[in-house]
C-alpha cells in the first residue's frame, strides 16, 4: 500500500521483454541499504517487486497484466520514472490510499498554466469515470491529485508548483501517455452495492440504504 506521495524520480536504465513478461532496471537515489530483495515499490504508480539491487540500480520484474494495463511497453532507457516506497503503518497518510494497482491508461488531452499551477485534462476509458467523484482523489504515475471535474471519458486536476517540481509531470505534454489508478475505496463500495443475495452475515441492498451508502 502507498501513499501517492513521490519519493524521488529514477530513471529507466533498461527494459528487457521476456515472452510476454520482462523486466526493468531503474537508476535511483533511494538508499538500498534500505530496500529488501522482495520490497513493494511503486514505479510510475504501478505496485512492483524488488528483484535485484547494487550499483544504484534496482531491477523489477514485471508481469504481462502489468505490460498490458501500464505504459511501461513504450518507455524507452533515460525515460524518468517516479518512486514510492511501500508506506509503513506507523506513518501519516498525507496523500490517499493507493494500491498500486494501474487500472487503466489515460492521454493528456490539455495542459494550461495559470498561476504557476498547471491544469492537466486527460482522456481515458470510459468505463472507469464512475470511480472517480469531483473533490475525490486519483494516482496519476502515482501521483495522488485531486481531481477537480470529471466528464463521460475525461478528468482533469489541478498541479501545483511543488508537486510539478519532484515528479515526472512537469515534463508532460498533450499526448503524452500516464498510469491511471482510481479511488480504491469507490472499487469495494461499487463490490458491496452489487450484492443481491448474500449468504448469513452479507451485506443487503436494503441495509445499505438504511445506513446511508445508497
Known sequence: MFTGLIE???????????????????????????????????????????????????????SPETIDRTVFRHLKAGSPLNLERAMR?????????????????????????????????????????RYLAAKGSVAVDGISLTVNSVGPD????????????????????????VNIETDLLCRYLERLLAVKEPKDGGVTMDLLAKNGFM
Open 154 to 177: 475525461s478528468f482533469s486536476v489541478n498541479v501545483i508548483p511543488h508537486t510539478a517540481a519532484k515528479t515526472t509531470l512537469l515534463a508532460k505534454r498533450v499526448g503524452d501517455e
Open 8 to 62: 524521488t524520480v529514477g530513471e529507466l536504465v533498461s527494459i528487457e521483454k521476456k515472452g510476454a513478461s520482462g523486466s526493468l532496471t531503474v537508476k535511483t537515489s533511494l538508499p538500498l541499504s534500505e530496500i529488501a530483495i522482495g520490497a513493494s515499490i511503486a514505479v510510475n504508480g504501478a505496485c512492483l517487486t524488488a528483484v535485484r539491487l547494487g550499483g544504484g540500480t534496482i531491477t523489477f520484474d514485471i
Open 89 to 129: 503503518l506507523s506513518d501519516r497518510l498525507d496523500g490517499h490510499l493507493v494500491s498500486g494497482h494501474v487500472d487503466c491508461i489515460a492521454t493528456v488531452s490539455e495542459r494550461r498554466e495559470t498561476s504557476d499551477n498547471i491544469v492537466f485534462s486527460f482522456r481515458f476509458p470510459a468505463a472507469f469515470a
